[in-house]
């Protein structure tokens, strides 16, 4: 054999060798994406299937899911901690007239699970608190487990302008308004807010409900093969993705704009209400929301209450009472919502800062 012969034949071999190896490579770099993958597909499925709003919710086309009307479980969040849903799918037993009733003053209460009440009996959310400690108010929970901004927002808009009220208050949490970036909640369809062309745009409604086939499209979805299809289809014309923060202040400042409008039409006081959670005692993530929402508020001449920076005048040793520290069996989620300290927390003092206001004092004095 010539010495070109043996060269050659020593170059196939190693070229062989190399593809290979890079067939190898890719079969283990393929197994593991596929492997990943399906794991964080399976993961959320679970997390989905753990909803404790799985057991009071149904699907609905403008919002995502909703309270079912008139579900009654007594024991929901452990002895004697009920969850009752009236007839219009609202927190409480019973149902809310579309007049108020004579001689009270009625205050719709919007948010997500903080205001709801997730984790204690029907009378313990600090909704429901404020007619305890004013009998003169009717508070209606409007709190639904999950929700973004934009979803309170949008329940409000099309079922709570049909009652007759005093004043609105859109509670919140920092992580609504990342829900209100998203087109999903883990896994869960849901609808989102944009600016178009000036103006608030609804995406992605009717919103679907999820198919029997969702954990095959969540495990696809994870794929860089199909992740690398989607981009060159789409060229970057599909809505999904995460909005800005540049997107969501625009939205953020439309939604308070058509909120004071709503209000303003309906004779009643629009109020946004920052809730505090554990980690913003020391943490900074609600910061430069709280100054962007309490500029635009006061811009649009709606009431701002901000409940972070009393929460962070508390001695330290008093803020672990405020949360569910050590989950409810069964109700992963619970940890960290309110327990009935923390709801009470809330409810007096968005009690004394509304009687402050003298519009809602004169509501509360009667004709």
Request: charged share 25%; glycine share 12%.
């Amino acid at each position: 054999m010539t010495q070109i012969s043996k060269l050659r034949r020593a170059l196939t071999i190693g070229a062989v060798n190399l593809l290979v190896l890079a067939g190898l490579f890719l079969a283990v770099e393929g197994g593991s994406s596929l492997y990943l993958a399906w794991g964080e597909a399976a993961m959320e499925a679970r997390a989905r299937e753990a909803l404790a709003e799985r057991l009071h919710t149904i699907h609905d086309g403008l919002l995502g899911w909703v309270n079912a009307p008139n579900v009654k479980i007594p024991d929901m969040y452990g002895p004697g901690l009920a969850l009752d849903i009236n007839g219009q799918g609202f927190r409480g037993g019973e149902d809310v007239t579309r007049r108020r009733p004579e001689g009270k003053v009625r205050v719709i209460c919007s948010g997500d699970s903080f205001t709801l009440g997730y984790g204690v009996g029907n009378a313990d959310a600090w909704c429901r608190r404020l007619a305890r400690l004013e009998g003169r108010i009717e508070a209606v929970n409007m709190g639904q487990g999950g929700y973004g901004v934009d979803q309170a927002f949008l329940w409000y808009r099309r079922d709570g302008t049909q009652y007759e009220h005093d004043a609105h208050v859109l509670a919140l949490v920092t992580a609504d308004i990342e829900r209100l970036r998203l087109t999903t909640f883990l896994g869960t369809p849901k609808p989102r807010l944009r600016i178009r062309d000036g103006k608030l745009a609804l995406e992605g409604v009717p919103v679907p409900s999820l198919p029997f086939y969702k954990p095959v499209l969540d495990f696809a979805s994870r794929l860089k093969v199909t992740e690398f299809i989607l981009r060159k289809l789409s060229a970057g014309s599909l809505p999904g993705g995460r909005l800005s923060d540049e997107e969501t202040r625009g939205v953020l400042g439309a939604i308070l704009a058509q909120l004071k409008a709503l209000n303003d039409a309906a004779g009643s006081l629009s109020v946004v209400l920052y809730l505090p959670v554990e980690g913003d005692y020391s943490g900074p993530d609600s910061d430069p929301w709280r100054e962007f929402l309490g500029a635009q508020a006061a811009a649009l001449g709606i009431e701002f209450i901000d409940l972070v920076e009393p929460f962070r005048a508390l001695p330290a040793d008093a803020v672990p009472g405020l949360f569910i520290q050590k989950a409810i069996p069964g109700f992963l989620d619970s940890k960290g919502h309110y327990t009935v300290r923390g709801n009470a927390f809330v409810a007096e003092r968005l009690l004394k800062r509304l009687v402050a206001l003298a519009r809602f004092r004169d509501r509360l004095a009667g004709p």
